[in-house]
């Protein structure tokens, strides 16, 4: 009989294989170290059958800014299974046990690349983020006047420490109030660095402060641009000047961003190759803990929310929130039902992140409720789509 628990230390080795065997690439060297690392450091699960190790899932200890408010996330990545062993519900239970260890070590939200978005949605995640991959060709690239800016480089290669240390500091600063994004510890800068070492880092000052930076990779004659944080228009544009400075030497510009941030908008010629992309999806897993720390925009009258969860039996409540953000468990019989907001976790956690309006998320779930209820909720919520740009 298949049992799930942590996997313990002797057997890190069987999820190396695990891995090896069931993803496309064999890692070795760096991205072997790096993966090490992360079987270390997360809540690592293993599907045993006696001693041998069938199936697996990490659950990485991450973080997510929601609406300027930062929340413990669980990155769920390298979920695999033995094919001789698949059709047996282990990542089923694997499933299970990550909610069940989440909510225990106070990860109140999930983050996952999904291979099958129906397969996720079914155990309560949900599509949240659309990415925009960009393809500019030569007389397509932005052309923003001439300006002698003030930029500094360094790349993994050829570290400068002070000018790593700067950008990590701004990344974090801007990640703080970016909806969707990580703070970056050392430990998630060491991964991109093992999986893009041929990184290098471009960044803008004014007043001596960064204002922007790029992570980029110059492959053959595309330009690969991997990190664009920029905190206003004026530095966003003079990164687009230094990289429009190579054009004598690339044939592309290539990147992602979000696809709500109507991108190239201001450009000469903003008609560039575009591609809609929804890899990424997110879960609530604790949802009193959840409403608890999120930053509510006005509550005018108590809100009212009945989620219907079957993983998670503590989320099946009716929770209540105050006028002053105190959420509390009450009884059915506590509330009138035509107050009451009903929708799937999943729903509900795409509704919470901004990427779903109130209405939307009733129209989804099927289950109508009152115009004015949608309405006392919408004033409460935080308006802004999240962006999400990491990997697992």
């Not at 041998?52 to 990155?75: A, F, S």
């Amino acid at each position: 009989m298949i049992q799930i628990h942590n996997v313990e230390e002797k057997d890190y080795w069987q999820i190396h294989r695990l891995r090896d065997y069931c993803f496309p690439n064999k890692y070795s060297e760096a991205r072997r170290k790096d993966f090490h690392h992360w079987v270390q450091h997360s809540t690592t699960l293993g599907a045993y059958d006696g001693s041998k190790v069938v199936g697996q899932m990490l659950v990485l200890p991450l973080n997510m800014t929601i609406h300027r408010k930062n929340y413990k996330m669980g990155g769920i990545a390298f979920v695999a299974s033995y094919p001789e062993y698949r059709q047996q519900g282990i990542v089923k239970k694997l499933m299970i046990e990550s909610l069940n260890q989440m909510r225990a070590n106070g990860q109140t939200i999930s983050v996952l690349a999904p291979f099958s978005v129906s397969f996720y949605r079914y155990f309560g995640w949900e599509l949240f983020f659309e990415k925009l991959n960009y393809t500019i060709l030569p007389e397509k690239f932005p052309a923003l006047g001439k300006k002698m800016d003030t930029i500094k480089r360094t790349s993994f290669e050829w570290l400068d420490e002070e000018l790593f240390e700067q950008v990590k500091a701004f990344h974090n600063e801007q990640a703080a109030v970016t909806s969707g994004s990580m703070q970056r510890d050392e430990a998630w800068w060491n991964r991109l660095a093992s999986r893009h070492p041929d990184s290098h880092f471009a960044l803008y000052y004014e007043d001596n402060q960064v204002a922007a930076y790029l992570r980029y990779e110059v492959a053959g004659t595309s330009f690969m641009i991997h990190d664009f944080v920029a905190q206003d228009m004026a530095a966003e544009q003079a990164i687009w000047r230094f990289v429009t400075a190579h054009a004598a030497s690339i044939t592309e510009i290539k990147g992602v961003t979000a696809n709500h941030s109507r991108f190239g908008y201001y450009f000469a010629e903003p008609q560039f190759k575009r591609e809609v992309v929804q890899d990424i999806m997110v879960r609530i897993v604790d949802a009193q803990a959840f409403l608890q720390q999120y930053e509510w925009n006005h509550i005018e009258a108590p809100l009212y929310v009945r989620l219907e969860d079957q993983f998670c039996a503590w989320n099946e409540q009716i929770f209540e929130v105050r006028h002053n953000g105190e959420v509390a468990v009450i009884e059915v019989e506590a509330v009138d039902a035509q107050q009451v907001l009903a929708l799937p976790i999943n729903l509900f956690s795409a509704m919470m992140v901004g990427y779903l309006s109130v209405q939307e998320a009733v129209t989804y779930a099927g289950q109508p409720v009152a115009q004015a209820i949608i309405e006392r909720w919408q004033q409460a919520l935080q308006v802004g789509k999240p962006a999400f740009y990491e990997y697992f």
